[in-house]
């Protein structure tokens, strides 16, 4: 019989809908794979401050539908600190660690990338909504924002129509315009803007005007909260400052793109931002399937001791693929679905 492995398990970076999902996968499948899982509480903040709890399968029962993280999260950094590859080494040692599983995004996995590099035995589960990781067709929580956003955008539509407005409706998406493709495409946007494609408030406006010409008085604009629109004075991008990474704070963008298309046209303009209804709540059926096949493959990665992979997506296969591709580039929209969402612009 193989000898017992101790895995911990963390979620890091912004709450997903299917980190639960995740992570009672990952407790089932341990029981056929000869391991023993502890939980990492509020991600590597709770690592090498020792925080954890034993995982078992009365302890994930009922959470598959649950949105958040049992676990907690956490945006810290402990590679920061100039001894944090030894403090993440020292602290799995006492808590006796054989290995790590970790679930995130681009800064999680970064980190997690990182400790590989330092030996340190590492695996990762994919998890944004913003579906901007590079390695995977798609990440677990973006089809819940996705879904999210379209049902906002269907309500807007009545309400638009109804008293002849414009409605601008900004969902997440810092650098990359996928939820706002997707949601816009589904919705029936008449003009979606998103930061991969520079775009002008002339071109926004064009497409309100052909519409009130051919009798329609209302129109839906969608927005990526990075989207890239020159106003009038260049190409920018709206911000609110910086975050305590040194990250801009985006968003504010639908106000200003809302005044413009006001002040030009006459009509009435409404804005609506969406912000952080879209992590939150229970995963669509599609995040919990695909967030259960990566914790079962997450931790088959560690049975088998295939350190500094990752669980990913292609086609409909889960697969394995290195941290260092996941992590090496955002992975921005792919310009096939904007050209089909252009289509229905205007």
């Known amino acids: 019989?193989?000898?017992?492995?101790?895995?911990?398990?963390?979620?890091?970076?912004?709450?997903?809908?299917?980190?639960?999902?995740?992570?009672?996968?990952?407790?089932?499948?341990?029981?056929?794979?000869?391991?023993?899982?502890?939980?990492?509480?509020?991600?590597?903040?709770?690592?090498v401050e020792e925080r954890h709890e034993r995982l078992t399968r009365r302890r994930v029962s009922g959470i598959l539908h649950l949105g958040g993280t049992i676990l907690g999260t956490s945006r810290y950094n402990p590679l920061a600190a100039p001894e944090g590859v030894e403090a993440v080494r020292r602290a799995m040692r006492?808590?006796?660690?054989?290995?790590?599983?970790?679930?995130?995004?681009?800064?999680?996995?970064?980190?997690?990338?990182?400790?590989?590099?330092?030996?340190?035995?590492?695996?990762?589960?994919?998890?944004?909504?913003?579906?901007?990781?590079?390695?995977?067709?798609?990440?677990?929580g973006f089809d819940t924002a996705v879904q999210i956003a379209t049902d906002a955008i269907d309500r807007l539509h009545s309400t638009a129509e109804s008293h002849q407005?414009?409605?601008?409706?900004?969902?997440?998406?810092?650098?990359?315009?996928?939820?706002?493709?997707?949601?816009?495409l589904a919705g029936g946007?008449?003009?979606?803007?998103?930061?991969?494609?520079?775009?002008?408030?002339?071109?926004?406006?064009?497409?309100?005007?052909?519409?009130?010409?051919?009798?329609k008085r209302f129109s839906i604009i969608v927005c990526a909260e990075g989207a890239a629109v020159d106003l009038g004075e260049g190409v920018k991008v709206v911000s609110r400052g910086y975050d305590q990474?040194?990250?801009?704070?985006?968003?504010?963008?639908?106000?200003?793109?809302?005044?413009?298309?006001?002040?030009?046209?006459?009509?009435?303009t409404r804005v609506t931002v969406l912000g952080y209804v879209q992590r939150g709540g229970a995963p669509t059926a599609y995040d919990r399937v695909l967030a259960t096949r990566f914790?079962?493959?997450?931790?088959?990665l560690v049975a088998r001791r295939e350190w500094g992979m990752m669980a990913a997506l292609r086609g409909n296969r889960i697969v394995s693929t290195p941290l260092e591709e996941a992590t090496r580039s955002l992975k921005t929209l792919d310009p096939e679905i904007y050209e089909a969402a252009s289509v229905f612009f205007g």
């Open 1 to 47: 019989m193989k000898s017992l492995l101790k895995v911990g398990v963390l979620t890091g970076g912004g709450d997903c809908p299917g980190l639960n999902a995740v992570i009672r996968a990952i407790v089932r499948r341990a029981d056929e794979r000869n391991l023993e899982v502890m939980g990492i509480r509020d991600g590597y903040a709770g690592l």
């Open 94 to 140: 006492r808590l006796g660690l054989d290995a790590l599983i970790a679930i995130g995004g681009e800064g999680t996995l970064s980190i997690a990338r990182r400790l590989h590099e330092a030996e340190i035995p590492v695996v990762g589960v994919p998890k944004t909504i913003d579906n901007d990781l590079g390695g995977t067709d798609f990440t677990f």
């Open 165 to 184: 407005r414009v409605m601008v409706v900004e969902v997440m998406g810092r650098h990359v315009g996928w939820i706002a493709a997707y949601a816009g």
């Open 189 to 215: 946007a008449d003009a979606i803007l998103v930061p991969e494609r520079p775009t002008t408030i002339d071109q926004v406006v064009e497409h309100v005007e052909r519409r009130r010409r051919a009798g």
């Open 245 to 268: 990474w040194g990250h801009l704070k985006l968003g504010g963008v639908a106000h200003e793109v809302a005044s413009a298309i006001e002040a030009r046209t006459g009509l009435e």
């Open 295 to 300: 914790g079962i493959h997450a931790a088959d």
